[in-house]
């Protein structure tokens, strides 16, 4: 039986809400329009495909920009689909890095196929072995803590939140990826064209 599980679009709000300089790399699809739904932000990276590497832009970013926090936000599928990335995470150890996973248990954005996640694949337990401090939440009494741990927490951290597998209206991000990354980069840099 599905243990109990969170609205995705709230968990996301209140993760994003009075977010400050905080850097966010949202995984491809729905991950992506819960972070738009929260609010269209310059420094928020939505990926429109490149499934599986959005704790791979995460990484860069950490490690680009130490004084800075860095959250991922995506799904068990794109996460699923990178795996990898968790082991060269743990291995680069970037103590500003967060990232959060939304378990649907499912491929929401291609049809709520189940992932591998509803067979019982411990996306929690890969990344604590590969070095993160891992917690799953699946109460709302639980999403301060995980606030707190992406914003001044010691990382790499892994939160792997279960949330409910619907279909939820697009919150689409401009489409457009010269512009996003030129958005981003001058919101993080100030119009300078290196780090
Ligand atoms: C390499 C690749 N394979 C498949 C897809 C199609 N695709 C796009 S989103 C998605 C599902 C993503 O699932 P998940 O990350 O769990 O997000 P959810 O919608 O469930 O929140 C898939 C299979 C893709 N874009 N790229
Ligand atoms: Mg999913």
Same mark, same amino acid.
């Given at each position: 039986?599905?243990? !109990?599980?969170? /609205?995705?679009?709230?968990?996301?709000?209140?993760?994003?809400?009075?977010?400050?300089?905080? $850097?966010?790399?949202?995984?491809?699809?729905?991950?992506?329009?819960?972070?738009?739904?929260? *609010?269209? &932000? @310059?420094?928020? +990276? @939505?990926?429109?495909? #490149?499934?599986?590497?959005?704790?791979?832009?995460?990484?860069?970013?950490?490690? !680009?920009? @130490?004084?800075?926090?860095?959250?991922?936000?995506?799904?068990?599928?794109?996460? $699923?689909?990178? $795996?990898?990335?968790?082991?060269?995470?743990?291995?680069? =150890?970037?103590?500003?890095?967060?990232?959060?996973?939304? /378990?649907?248990?499912?491929?929401?954005?291609? *049809?709520?196929?189940?992932? &591998?996640?509803? %067979?019982?694949? /411990?996306?929690?337990?890969?990344?604590?072995?590969?070095? +993160?401090?891992?917690?799953?939440?699946?109460?709302?009494?639980?999403?301060?803590?995980? =606030?707190?741990?992406? %914003?001044?927490?010691?990382?790499?951290? +892994? %939160?792997?939140?279960?949330?409910? @597998?619907?279909?939820?209206?697009?919150?689409?991000?401009?489409? /457009?990826?010269? %512009? $996003?990354?030129?958005? +981003?980069?001058?919101?993080?840099?100030?119009?300078?064209?290196? #780090?």
């Amino acid at each position: 039986m599905r243990s !109990a599980e969170l /609205d995705r679009r709230k968990v996301v709000r209140s993760l994003l809400e009075r977010r400050g300089a905080l $850097l966010v790399v949202a995984g491809l699809g729905s991950a992506a329009w819960d972070c738009t739904a929260a *609010g269209d &932000h @310059p420094l928020t +990276f @939505p990926l429109w495909g #490149a499934m599986g590497s959005a704790c791979m832009m995460g990484l860069g970013l950490a490690l !680009a920009q @130490p004084k800075r926090r860095v959250l991922v936000v995506t799904g068990d599928g794109e996460m $699923l689909m990178g $795996l990898g990335s968790l082991a060269t995470v743990g291995v680069q =150890r970037p103590a500003n890095l967060a990232v959060v996973v939304l /378990d649907n248990e499912r491929y929401g954005e291609t *049809g709520m196929q189940k992932t &591998h996640t509803a %067979y019982g694949v /411990d996306l929690g337990a890969i990344a604590r072995a590969c070095g +993160f401090e891992a917690r799953i939440v699946r109460k709302s009494a639980e999403i301060a803590a995980m =606030r707190s741990g992406v %914003y001044r927490g010691r990382g790499p951290l +892994f %939160y792997q939140v279960k949330v409910t @597998p619907e279909t939820l209206p697009l919150a689409l991000p401009p489409r /457009d990826g010269a %512009y $996003l990354k030129q958005r +981003f980069r001058e919101a993080l840099l100030g119009g300078k064209s290196t #780090a």
